[in-house]
């Protein structure tokens, strides 16, 4: 009975010793930063930004996009005072899926409790691709910005 009771008091230590996995995220992200528009151009003006998530192990998480200042999800807008210039933000390289919030067609970042585990040791990164469409000529030299929230539901 004196063993049982030594094996159980260690078994309580080690628990208490043990970290605790918990249920939170955290998120960051790096702009998408275009550069100069040349409206003449007949390519569309491209550039990349990241979104990095740290969650508790066997987390599942959502990462979705906000519509923008614009308050559509096609096209987004970006103003430069009373001009507006028509972008988008994608899931993917071939700019074929807007990032939204899964409404309207848009698609978002859906992760199950098995893998990608993103943890501190190993965050996760996903992409954010940027495209600007070719030839809007009716547009002000100016610096353009839009405000896009990301959000993580887990």
């Known amino acids: 009975m004196y063993l049982n009771k030594k094996f159980l008091a260690l078994i309580l230590?080690?628990?208490l010793q043990m970290p605790l996995a918990y249920a939170a995220c955290s998120i960051?992200?790096?702009?998408?930063a275009f550069g100069t528009y040349n409206p003449f151009n007949t390519n569309p003006t491209t550039s990349k930004g990241d979104i990095s998530v740290v969650c508790g192990l066997q987390?599942?998480?959502t990462i979705s996009l906000s519509k923008g200042m614009g308050n559509t999800f096609n096209p987004r807008s970006m103003y430069s005072g009373a001009y507006s210039l028509n972008y988008n933000l994608y899931l993917d390289a071939s700019y074929t899926t807007i990032w939204g919030d899964g409404s309207s067609g848009t698609g978002q970042i859906k992760r199950g409790p098995i893998l990608p585990v993103c943890t501190t040791m190993l965050p996760c990164s996903f992409t954010?691709?940027?495209?600007i469409p070719a030839s809007q000529t009716d547009v002000a030299a100016g610096m353009y910005t839009d405000q896009i929230t990301v959000t993580i539901k887990f």
């Open 28 to 32: 960051s992200a790096k702009n998408v």
């Open 128 to 131: 954010l691709y940027g495209s």
């Open 59 to 61: 987390e599942s998480f």
């Open 13 to 15: 230590l080690m628990l």
